[in-house]
Nanobody, 121 residues
Framework: HVQLVESGGGLVQAGGSLMFSCAASGRIFSINIMGWYRQAPGKERELFAA???????NYADSVKGRFTISRDNAKNTVYRQMNSLKPEDTAVYYCNADQILTPFGFQRGSWGQGTQVTVSS
């Protein structure tokens, strides 16, 4: 069973930057779409950045121009660079792999453990 393990998390002042990674471990042939979600207190989990296997990206308007998603297919890792952070970016952040091809078949809807990001004003 493939697991997604996130690194990072933390507290930063408004205007600051943070970078995170999410690595898939296990026997993997390929991963198609990987994405970053976040869930603020009292709100639903939302997708804000996604990247395909050929690194085509898409962003929610709320993070466009401030956040960057990237991936290293050789390392089965997706990254998230967060710049110009705002207090409203405070949330628990999760990575997701839509479909992972393994020697045992497809593993769908895999999630990282989640990491807390707190942005102080």
């Amino acid at each position: 069973h493939v697991q997604l393990v996130e690194s990072g998390g933390g507290l930063v002042q408004a205007g600051g930057s943070l970078m995170f990674s999410c690595a898939a471990s296990g026997r993997i042939f390929s991963i198609n779409i990987m994405g970053w979600y976040r869930q603020a207190p009292g709100k639903e989990r939302e997708l804000f950045a996604a990247i395909t296997g050929i690194s085509s990206t898409n962003y929610a308007d709320s993070v466009k121009g401030r956040f960057t998603i990237s991936r290293d297919n050789a390392k089965n890792t997706v990254y998230r660079q967060m710049n110009s952070l705002k207090p409203e970016d405070t949330a628990v952040y999760y990575c997701n792999a839509d479909q992972i091809l393994t020697p045992f078949g497809f593993q769908r809807g895999s999630w990282g453990q989640g990491t807390q990001v707190t942005v102080s004003s």
